[in-house]
């Protein structure tokens, strides 16, 4: 395929690009900074400079493509949430996405596929209930930002092309996300799980986060809202009590959500309350896990040198 990828330099989009370049794809990138996406790709990569939010030349590499991927947007979860940062939180997701639609739109042959990251953040803080595409959205500015989100994305539809939102949960991996944050305290002896403890961590290894992303570009049948989950989500208690098992560290030393809020403000409910989400779509569509349970995966990572 020809493929079309922004936020390809991030923790989830690199090693997309190079998987998608290793299987004989032709992708070119959307970025605010080329001269770094060559470095990172090297001739194996196409870098072609946009701001995701004006139009431009850019746009002649929509026409006639096969897949658009879209990963563009600020770290959720990098500064507390002001109202500056949640402004550039929507506006780096919504914008870039309606930029990205509407081009779309303008193109003669307009491309086939769009799958458009969004986040389980959807579904608002929730309970022991199991989520599945179907659940309804929740309430908070995650709920809200995703919403606004999924919309911009949606509209792609209107003129023929499928589109995937990919409600992404807990990304593990040792080079970023929210494992390498956690491992630090666990290493001194002092891990231990945020309080409540009680609250559900719905979780994915990247390797089937980005596999999720290849059997979305290769399945016709898929389309709206997929779960990038694993199937066995967990509850923070024992996430840290599985987290400490593989580091052969001990996890009794609870992190009181009181703190969190305090030195987080609003960003720190991300972290007390959580969602039990099922990848009900990816499992009823054949996709099989690499990593179903939290134990192989961390096992898997944490061997790595």
């Not at 870098?47 to 590499?61: D, H, I, K, L, M």
């Not at 500015?141 to 995703?146: E, G, I, S, W």
Request: aromatic share 6%.
């Amino acid at each position: 395929m020809r493929i079309v990828v922004t936020g390809g330099t991030g923790f989830i989009g690199r090693p997309l690009c190079l998987s998608l370049c290793q299987e004989g794809h032709t992708v070119t990138l959307l970025t605010r900074r080329p001269a770094e996406a060559q470095r990172l790709f090297g001739a194996a990569v196409a870098a072609v400079e946009w701001n995701g939010r004006e139009t431009g030349s850019w746009e002649q590499v929509l026409e006639g493509a096969d897949a658009v991927i879209n990963l563009a947007g600020a770290p959720i979860a990098d500064a507390r949430w002001t109202t500056a940062r949640k402004r550039l939180l929507t506006d780096s997701r919504v914008l870039a996405t309606r930029l990205l639609v509407e081009a779309m739109s303008r193109r003669s042959v307009k491309p086939r596929r769009l799958i458009s990251a969004s986040g389980i953040g959807y579904y608002g803080a929730s309970d022991d209930r199991v989520l599945d595409e179907g659940a309804a959205r929740g309430q908070g500015f995650l709920a809200d930002l995703c919403l606004e989100w999924e919309s911009a994305a949606i509209r792609a539809a209107q003129f023929g092309t499928r589109v995937v939102l990919l409600r992404t949960g807990m990304v593990l991996e040792r080079d970023g996300g929210a494992l390498p944050k956690m491992l630090l305290p666990f290493r001194l002896f002092a891990g231990g799980p945020i309080m409540p403890g009680t609250q559900w961590v719905s979780w994915i290894h990247r390797r089937d986060h980005i596999g999720l992303i290849q059997w979305a570009l290769s399945t016709p049948t898929v389309s709206g809202p997929v779960n990038a989950v694993a199937p066995s989500p967990v509850t923070m208690r024992e996430f840290s009590a599985t987290l400490g098992k593989v580091l052969q560290r001990p996890s009794w030393f609870p992190v009181p959500g009181l703190a969190l809020n305090v030195a987080l403000g609003e960003l720190g409910t991300l972290m007390t309350t959580g969602q039990r989400v099922s990848p009900a779509k990816a499992m009823s569509g054949g996709y099989a896990f690499h990593y179903p349970a939290l134990e192989s995966a961390l096992q898997a990572i944490l061997a790595k040198r």
